[in-house]
Structure formats: C-alpha cells, structure tokens
C-alpha cells in the first residue's frame, strides 16, 4: 500500500489543522493506522493511531484532548484533526500503516510496515 499524506501548513497557535493520510495500491486489505512526528533535532515520536475498524483510538499525553483521529474505509482515507494548536506541534507529520492484527493500534516506530511521506505543521505565535 502507498500512503500520502497532506494538509500541513502554517498556523498561528490556537488554530486548527486537519492532515489527511489517503491509501492507495492494497487497500483492499485493512491496515491499523497511525500519526507520527518529528521535530528537527528530535526523534519521530508517536502522535495517535486508529484501529482498522475506526472503533479503536490511542493518542500521545501530549496530544489527547486536542487530537483526533479518524478513519473512512471507504475513501482509504485517516484524518488527524489538531485544534488548540501549541508551539511544540511544529514537526513534519507522517502516516504509517501495518497490516499486523496482533493489537488493535500500535505506538511504535517499528511496528508499522508501510510510511507516507512527511507533511509540515508550523505553528507560530
């Protein structure tokens, strides 16, 4: 499966971006999907993940309550919703996908088999 992702910009902070992460080859096989980041300097760090159902969500403590995370299998499509924008959002944002059933979302860099390219947040004061 490919993955691309779009809808990174710049933001004043407080604001509201929608990133989009759409699925194309193999969709015909459901993959659990998740958000990551990377921040220059930093390790990519975990933002949210979506069973492949939709029916499970799991979010970094640093996102949670601002974040959300969606899915429409029917448009191979997962969203990441980010309102209340801070600072420390700023990062280049991926999408990964894996085709592992062993857990209903996943955490982990390794645990994803298949990344899109990144799509920049900038969030200013």
Not at 16 to 27: F, K
Request: hydrophobic share 30%.
């Amino acid at each position: 499966v490919q993955l691309q992702a779009s809808g990174g910009g710049s933001v004043l902070a407080g604001g509201s971006l929608r990133l989009s992460c759409a699925a194309s080859g193999r969709t015909d096989i459901s993959y659990a999907t998740g958000w990551f980041r990377q921040a220059p300097g930093k390790e990519r760090e975990f933002v949210a993940a979506i069973s492949w159902s939709g029916g499970t969500t799991d979010y970094a403590d640093s996102v949670k309550g601002r974040f959300t995370i969606s899915r429409d299998n029917g448009k191979d499509t997962v969203w990441l919703q980010m309102n209340s924008l801070k600072l420390e959002d700023t990062a280049n944002y991926s999408c990964a996908a894996t085709r592992s059933y062993a857990r209903s979302t996943y955490v982990g860099v390794r645990d994803y088999e298949y990344w899109g390219q990144g799509t920049q947040v900038t969030v200013s004061s």
